[in-house]
């Protein structure tokens, strides 16, 4: 029997949340249109005026452009439908009609070319179908498109989606994708080495996470999905989490999460932000971003997107240089036709670089205690990871709210890791001496071509109307790339004379010349088709399958022998069904169950060299969700189950005749858990995200796997904005929090390595100098908690360390 711990920090997270639900405000009842009693807060106008909408139940006509970015005063009081939308227009530029039961609005039309037609989006009131977060100050969307193509809230999605917004991320001044994993409800980023190798895998549901897409096209390279953790959010408007196999969306799923990242768009006006910040360890970053229309109507926009970052460490002679560039243009070809495209560059390269940490015993078994800032990376050891992304879509909107959508990118990434890190042996306690230094090198350059298209809408059938979306995805992976020795050097010494007083000068970089080429060209095609039926008002049916076709032909030249050795393997017609129920509970909450079945081919290989079968099963989810206060709260609770064969479960210390980790084969084996998660606005000022979730993954006889990633996580962040101070004063903070993890048979003596639970607290602080200007700090790890982030190393969290920033808007 497995007993649940009670820990202070879940405990006060599980009263935070019942508080959030408790605390939440109903939304006013609509009321008949003309006169009504309305109450609309001071918020986003687009968030604005769809409260007005929903108040009054009338629908909203509106290019979602034109109110990006834009904000609205309170309206309260008993007014007529007119009289609110010119309060909440004042002063914007843009005009409000009243056509029937729609509300339309519209930029006014140039006088010497008299009405102009609109480029409009008809949306319901009763669901905000923006998902844009910049400006919101939210830390929650109303509505995720990673979990289905029908654009659903959060609380009509039957599965758990976590949204990190951009406001969240200025908060807590997450830059790069690892740091918003880390904060993400659900995800463990187990971290066994620096950022920027293939050491710190991202967990969700006892599951590595393998699944990253950009506007929701995956990213295809079985080789090395670690490169997509390589990320500077900079360039992205949110991120989007679906816990859960995600099959129907990609294809190949596991039932552990997909990562979504949200390109930012470009505005219906001028903007632009300038941010420098400077914080320990010579952590140095500028960011600037301008944003504005390109010609008198409006109809061209343009964004572009620029970040400098180079920093120190809190480890030895660990340094970092990213940089990042994101061009957009958005046009509107037609009244209905918009055409986006756009680039991106963004290179993450560091030196004195360790994909582990040092040896945790010394050689007589007893533990070593190392300094956090103690490095196991010889100075020969760096990482490199470039990409360049080209993009375009182009979207056409028919008739009633049908739309046609087709996108097309390129994607190359060019990565050259010389791996270096002196986690091998153990220690002498009195010399020094016994530790090795592991060495190898991987480079390649993928190169990643992509095309989707989609067709979504509504129907009528049996008197009601119902959702229908389908559609197809393409994409191609290549590269051909030389390939090295790894680990084992011929007349080359990888001791370490002596640990104590190593300065990572030697040995030096073994010779390591390429050794042979490797190719590959991955292929995976889909189609799918889904839709959303609704035979009661308050019950919604979501049906839906994708077919999927993949491949991968791989080739592998030694020179040495002259000989080439093929590996074709292909799985085709594979089906992957899906299923969900969602039955609306009253005004806020919804009730849910969701299937779906798992198919993943595996890259992972047996100690012989040989590659796992696909990883096959079933996921089972049901759950509870609210939305309060018109969407800008949203809580929920699920409880999953996934049974899978072919499970690749990684061996220690042990590898595939090419290097590689290797892998056994494990089936039979279930993961079963739950999550409770609250995210938005409590009141208006302040913000909340709070999770609880637990996991358990065990064999076909019971035997608990993964032991070195926590069962249980809770996290916690909350902010809240102080009005009445200067031009206004935000201060927040926030804990994570995870159970004790181990590994067996560690050591010389074959012991267990234990990391008990813990605690990191987090700290910020806004304050706004002037209407343009604002003053951030982050205090992270304010308490200084020292920890390990896995075990089997010695490799530690950050200590305590302090950022500070200004932003400058215009």
Do not use: C
Not at 79 to 97: C, D, I, K, M, P
Not at 118 to 136: D, G, M, N, P
Not at 566 to 585: I, K, W
Not at 738 to 751: E, F, K, L, M, T
């Amino acid at each position: 029997m497995h007993r649940f711990n009670f820990r202070p920090a879940p405990l006060a997270l599980a009263v935070a949340l019942g508080l959030a639900a408790v605390g939440a405000h109903a939304q006013v009842a609509p009321t008949a249109q003309g006169a009504a009693g309305l109450s609309i807060a001071a918020q986003p106008l687009a968030q604005a005026l769809n409260d007005l909408a929903r108040q009054t139940r009338m629908e909203l006509m509106v290019q979602p452009t034109l109110v990006a970015g834009r904000s609205a005063p309170a309206v309260a009081g008993t007014l007529t439908v007119n009289e609110a939308l010119g309060r909440l227009l004042a002063g914007t530029g843009l005009v409000g009609v009243i056509e029937g039961s729609t509300i339309l609005v519209r930029r006014p039309p140039p006088a010497s070319q008299g009405e102009t037609s609109l480029s409009e989006v008809r949306v319901q009131a009763q669901a905000e179908r923006s998902a844009l977060t910049e400006h919101t100050g939210s830390y929650t969307t109303s509505l995720a498109g990673t979990a289905t193509p029908l654009g659903l809230s959060l609380r009509e999605t039957p599965q758990s989606v976590s949204v990190i917004t951009r406001q969240r991320m200025e908060d807590q001044g997450l830059t790069q994708l690892s740091e918003i994993a880390a904060q993400t409800a659900g995800l463990v980023v187990s971290q066994s080495g620096n950022q920027g190798s293939d050491t710190s895998p991202i967990y969700a549901r006892g599951f590595t996470v393998d699944t990253y897409m950009v506007d929701g096209v995956r990213q295809v390279d079985s080789n090395y999905t670690d490169i997509f953790q390589t990320n500077d959010m900079a360039m992205f408007d949110r991120v989007e989490v679906v816990r859960g196999a995600t099959g129907l969306m990609n294809g190949l799923g596991t039932p552990g999460a997909a990562i979504n990242l949200i390109r930012k768009r470009p505005t219906a006006d001028f903007q632009a932000a300038v941010r420098a910040e400077a914080g320990s360890w010579d952590h140095r970053r500028v960011e600037g971003d301008i944003s504005a229309p390109l010609n008198e109507a409006g109809t061209v926009r343009g964004r572009l997107v620029a970040a400098a970052q180079d920093n120190g460490s809190y480890i030895d002679r660990l340094k970092e240089s990213k940089r990042l560039l994101y061009g957009v243009v958005e046009v509107d070809l037609a009244p209905r036709t918009q055409l986006l495209a756009g680039a991106s560059v963004q290179h993450h390269d560091a030196t004195g670089h360790a994909r582990g940490g040092l040896p945790a015993y010394y050689a007589d078994g007893s533990r070593v205690q190392w300094a956090r800032s103690d490095s196991a990376a010889p100075s020969w050891a760096y990482s490199k990871r470039h990409n360049t992304s080209l993009f375009a879509s182009l979207e056409h909107r028919l008739d009633g709210d049908w739309r046609i959508k087709a996108s097309a990118s390129r994607t190359q990434s060019h990565y050259d890791e010389l791996v270096g890190y002196a986690s091998g042996g153990y220690p002498d306690r009195a010399t020094g001496a016994g530790v090795t230094v592991w060495a190898g090198r991987w480079s390649a350059k993928p190169t990643q071509d992509s095309l989707d298209v989609q067709a979504s809408g509504s129907f009528d059938w049996l008197g009601r109307k119902h959702d229908l979306a389908v559609g197809a995805q393409l994409a191609r992976t290549t590269y051909f790339d030389p390939t090295y020795t790894n680990w084992w050097h011929d007349g080359w010494s990888s001791a370490v004379p002596n640990i104590y007083t190593w300065n990572g000068n030697f040995p030096a970089a073994p010779n390591n010349p390429s050794v042979g080429t490797y190719s590959s060209d991955e292929r995976l095609n889909s189609a799918y088709a889904t839709a959303r039926f609704k035979p009661l008002d308050p019950l919604s049916i979501l049906v839906g399958a994708r077919v999927t076709n993949w491949s991968r032909y791989q080739t592998d030249t030694s020179f040495s022998t002259s000989t080439t050795t093929f590996t074709d393997r292909a799985e085709s017609g594979e089906l992957t069904p899906y299923l969900g129920l969602v039955l609306d509970l009253g005004a806020h909450w919804s009730t849910y169950a969701s299937y779906t079945n798992i198919f993943k081919p595996q890259n992972n290989k047996t100690v012989n060299g040989d590659y796992l079968d696909p990883q096959t099963g079933d996921s089972f989810e049901v759950g509870v969700k609210g939305a309060f206060m018109g969407d800008r709260l949203n809580v929920g609770a699920a409880v999953y189950k996934a049974r899978q064969d072919n499970l690749a479960v990684s061996l220690p210390n042990v590898f595939a005749p090419d290097g590689s980790q290797a892998y056994e084969s494990m089936s039979g084996t279930s993961t079963r858990g739950f999550e409770v998660e609250a995210s938005g606005e409590l009141r208006p000022g302040w913000q909340l995200a709070a999770s609880f979730a637990r996991n358990l993954t065990q064999d076909r006889n019971g035997g608990r796997l993964l032991t070195n990633v926590p069962q249980n996580t809770a996290k916690l962040f909350t902010s809240y904005r102080i009005a009445s101070i200067g031009k206004g004063l935000t201060v927040g903070g926030g804990v994570r929090w995870q159970n004790a993890i181990y590994s067996d048979n560690q050591g010389p003596s074959r012991v267990r390595f234990t990391q008990p639970s813990y605690a990191v607290v987090d700290l910020m602080v806004r304050y706004a100098v002037t209407s343009t200007v604002a003053v951030t700090a982050n205090l992270n790890n304010a308490l200084d908690k020292s920890y390990y982030t896995t075990t089997g190393n010695s490799y530690y969290g950050a200590p305590r360390n302090l950022r500070v920033g200004v932003d400058v808007r215009f």
